[in-house]
């Protein structure tokens, strides 16, 4: 081979390298450092048994996804939200297809807006199983509607639940974890407490809060190595998020059968959840493209963020004013999930 065909071959590599690496993080579902646990880090089989992880907002979307494939892993589990029943649903489905025995869950219905009933209920867990390994801050509402037209109210009960109602039970549990000097605090917030959008300003203010937050806490638990916060950033999930957003008015339902089927799979979402936990990371970004692309664009380059989201922004609000999801746009980009 002359040198000179060589050196072509070599400045190809050179190019196409690259190009490969871009077109794979054109494909990611998750921020680099997720990707690189999931694909050499630890398991979440081998990291997470044993443990009693105290879910709320598990009736539901993440949170019973979540409680289900831990059951499969071998933990104690709390399930809270508001309804019991529901509760009850979700501890048969975990003890139909998981390893654990009927006391082995906790069924424990919980309002987070309700913060005067936190420490009894952090006491009933600690009661029946003796410690909290793990806390994941799940329960939540999203919110469809626009600034000029929302009443107040609807600001603060997004305030108060997401919001003040994590913070509260945080605050009941974290001095368990400081007495053990070990624990995990999970909190599912969301791309929209990094990026705001349109006909969310509310529920992108609560996340914001929370990130604040969970953030300054970091700082303050230095000296507790054993204690680690584990802030879960997803993208569009399927779930009832959109059927129970809160809208104009705190009484005002939001419209049924609202196409959820383009978004990340729950059961996606959730493992890369676990293995976050398994690998005690601190920040993870869970989104399919081309939302995930738009919170790096919005890490790096503030100033276009902005110009784009007010772009994408006057879509949504057609999408949401045309009856269907203001996320639906992005169906152009990525094809139908079955
Ligand atoms: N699905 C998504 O697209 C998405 C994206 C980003 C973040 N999130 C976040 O994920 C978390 C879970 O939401 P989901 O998508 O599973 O939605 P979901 O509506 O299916 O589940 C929400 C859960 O929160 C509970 N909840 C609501 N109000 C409560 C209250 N006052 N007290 C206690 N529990 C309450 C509900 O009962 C339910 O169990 C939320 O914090 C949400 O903001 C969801």
Request: proline letters at 4%; glycine letters at 6%; a positive charge.
């Amino acid at each position: 081979m002359s040198w000179e065909l060589l050196l072509w071959l070599l400045a190809l590599c050179a190019v196409i390298l690259p190009l490969v690496q871009f077109l794979r993080f054109l494909r990611a579902d998750a921020d680099l450092t997720l990707l690189w646990a999931e694909w050499q880090g630890r398991r979440p089989e081998w990291e997470l048994t044993d443990m009693v992880v105290w879910i709320t907002g598990a009736s539901s979307g993440i949170g019973e996804e979540l409680a289900f494939q831990l059951s499969k892993l071998g933990v104690c589990l709390v399930l809270s939200a508001r309804r019991g029943q529901e509760l009850e649903r979700v501890k048969r489905r975990c003890l139909e297809n998981g390893n654990l025995k009927e006391k082995d869950i906790l069924v424990l219905p919980l309002d987070l807006t309700d913060t005067s009933s936190h420490e009894a209920a952090t006491k009933a867990v600690l009661q029946e199983f003796g410690k909290i390994d793990i806390l994941v801050n799940n329960g939540g509402r999203s919110q469809r509607s626009l600034v000029l037209e929302t009443n107040l109210e609807v600001f603060k009960e997004l305030m108060n639940l997401n919001y003040l109602g994590t913070v509260s039970l945080t605050k009941c549990v974290l001095p368990h974890m400081v007495e053990r000097k070990q624990g995990k605090i999970v909190t599912v917030n969301s791309l929209a407490g990094i990026a705001s959008v349109s006909l969310s300003s509310g529920y992108c203010a609560s996340k914001h809060a929370l990130r604040g937050f969970f953030n300054a806490l970091h700082s303050e638990l230095g000296k507790y190595p054993g204690i680690t916060l584990c802030n879960v950033y997803p993208g569009p999930v399927q779930s009832n998020v959109v059927k129970n957003a809160l809208t104009e008015e705190l009484t005002k339902p939001m419209r049924e059968n609202i196409d959820q089927s383009y978004k990340m799979p729950t059961s996606r979402c959730v493992r890369l959840m676990l293995i976050s936990m398994a690998n005690d990371l601190k920040e993870v970004w869970i989104s399919d493209q081309p939302i995930l692309l738009g919170a790096y664009i919005w890490q790096y380059m503030p100033t276009w963020a902005l110009w784009l989201t007010c772009k994408l922004g006057e879509k949504r609000i057609q999408n949401f004013r045309n009856n269907l999801d203001p996320d639906s746009q992005y169906t152009l980009w990525k094809p139908k999930r079955d």
